[in-house]
């Protein structure tokens, strides 16, 4: 685990945007020793709260969950962790299922440097509380600012109050979700975005602004799925753009909304992210070769290098040589396995390009993963057996299995049938 050893006055700073290298997934159940930022993916029901550490002991909360859960929820996690005060707090936005439970954090645990938020107001008595509260420590948030939290863990904001394509005033009810933080938190070569409840729709009245921000974003690691996975986030262009190997889905079980949307968690799965939900939803869903519902709080951890790990996976970075490389869908290709339904042993046949480790996980359709192998390969056309039997070599009963196979060079799915 981190120390909470703390370093002298952080350093505020403003960079220019670029973009970040490609980077590709394989996963394995493993665990860190150590690790420079470790990111909190709070359980809080529909809403976000999302608690950013960095190895030097700094803390930033972005986002508290609605009225209540700063109490009942936040406060606890944080005495738990050994954390007695918080160096930062960030608001993406008004929303009371994102501010409701800040004022009393800030109340009970302290916060030492900044509350941030986009300025202007909100016609709420969450947020006038919220305000109220936080008012010695408020200060407004500007584009390309960044937050150095210690140890190479830098919060950098990509863009607010709609990001240049909205103007002033900047207290319009009906734009809240538009006028959404942008943040990008950096550690070594890892990225993880989040943004609130951030709009990527010209529909309704809304206004497109996620599209303004992927650029700054680059390709990224980690996101964390702009408003709860509603249909009004995450277009294809924005997902196109930060190409995310694993989407974080922060929702309520019976929400009135519908979240996570169908349409939303298909784009995801279609680029190849991993999606892990902190409750079920009452939306959509996907196999489990493609989302894990944690129904938990969810950790990242990284020291930024080589890998980072989520909810216990473990995922491989790689900065391949642009020079030589060609885009993943032209090196990697599943083929299938064969045969299909079968009875005792199948092949899974798959081509990947590039040399390196390559992880088979298997999953019941609980969504319980069976079995798994991780191995490394040279590149070239690939045939890995299965003998429809767990990690521990039992045989496992006739039924439906799906597949995961994670390359450098992409992630396939598949479907197979075990048959006695």
Not at 33 to 46: F, P
Not at 201 to 228: F, L, M
Not at 256 to 261: A, D, I, K, R
Not at 382 to 400: A, E, V
């Amino acid at each position: 685990m981190f120390s909470l050893k703390r370093w002298s006055t952080p350093v505020v700073r403003t960079i220019l945007f670029g973009t970040v290298a490609p980077v590709f997934v394989v996963i394995t159940p493993l665990h860190v020793s150590h690790a420079d930022v470790n990111i909190h993916c709070l359980d809080i029901g529909q809403g976000d709260a999302t608690l950013v550490v960095s190895s030097s002991g700094q803390a930033m909360l972005i986002d508290g969950g609605d009225n209540g859960l700063g109490t009942t929820v936040i406060v606890p996690y944080l005495a738990s962790l050994g954390i007695t005060e918080l160096d930062y707090m960030i608001a993406t936005h008004y929303h009371a299922d994102h501010i409701g439970g800040l004022d009393e954090v800030y109340h009970q645990v302290g916060v030492n440097q900044q509350v941030y938020d986009r300025g202007w107001t909100y016609p709420s008595s969450t947020f006038t509380q919220y305000a109220s509260v936080v008012s010695p420590r408020r200060a407004t948030l500007t584009t390309g600012l960044l937050i150095d939290l210690g140890e190479g863990v830098t919060v950098t904001c990509l863009g607010l109050n709609g990001n240049g394509l909205l103007s002033p005033p900047y207290n319009v009810e009906d734009y809240e979700n538009e006028y959404c933080l942008a943040l990008l938190v950096e550690c070594g070569d890892f990225d993880f975005l989040v943004a609130g409840d951030l709009i990527g729709i010209n529909s309704g009245g809304h206004r497109d602004i996620e599209s303004s921000i992927a650029p700054a974003a680059g390709q990224i690691e980690v996101y964390q799925v702009n408003h709860h996975s509603s249909f009004t986030s995450s277009n294809i262009y924005f997902l196109a753009t930060t190409q995310p190997e694993v989407a974080i889905v922060s929702v309520g079980d019976g929400n009135p909304f519908g979240h996570p949307h169908q349409e939303v968690l298909t784009r995801l799965a279609n680029l190849g992210a991993f999606v892990y939900q902190t409750e079920t939803g009452a939306g959509g869903s996907l196999p489990p070769s493609d989302m894990r519902v944690v129904g938990n709080h969810i950790v990242i951890t990284t020291d930024g290098y080589g890998e980072y790990y989520v909810d216990g996976d473990q995922y491989v970075m790689d900065e391949p040589d642009p020079a030589t490389d060609v885009p993943g869908s032209l090196q990697f290709a599943l083929r299938g396995n064969y045969p299909n339904p079968f009875n005792p042993t199948t092949s899974i046949v798959f081509t990947t390009a590039t040399a390196g480790p390559i992880h088979l996980s298997v999953f019941d359709l609980a969504g319980r993963n069976v079995y798994q192998q991780r191995f490394v390969v040279v590149g070239g056309e690939q045939t890995i057996q299965w003998h429809g039997t767990n990690n521990i070599g039992q045989g496992l009963p006739s039924g439906i299995y799906t597949y995961r196979i994670a390359t450098p060079d992409g992630v396939g799915h598949g479907r197979m049938t075990l048959v006695k």
